[in-house]
């Protein structure tokens, strides 16, 4: 499983962790992901999706 959100394509970004001295390190920011059961169409799914679709409204939890 890839860290995506299938709904918007939100994914883990790179970049650099800067230290007061300016020493640069590599770092990754990965995304709030959630498992969720939606319906899709007629059938009960689960998706994974980023905090940001769910409080949105783009995706609706059923239980």
């Known amino acids: 499983m890839a ?3 299938e709904i918007c394509g939100k994914g883990t970004v790179t ?3 800067v230290s007061h001295a300016k020493n640069r ?3 990754t920011w990965k995304p709030n992901l ?3 059961r939606t ?10 999706v980023c905090s940001r ?3 949105s409204g783009k995706v609706v939890k059923v239980l």
């Not at 319906?39 to 994974?48: C, H, I, R, Y």
């Open 53 to 55: 679709c769910l409080r």
């Open 3 to 5: 860290r995506k959100c």
């Open 15 to 17: 970049g650099n962790k």
């Open 25 to 27: 390190t590599r770092r």
């Open 39 to 48: 319906m899709v169409g007629k059938t009960k799914t689960t998706l994974t």
């Open 34 to 36: 959630l498992k969720v």
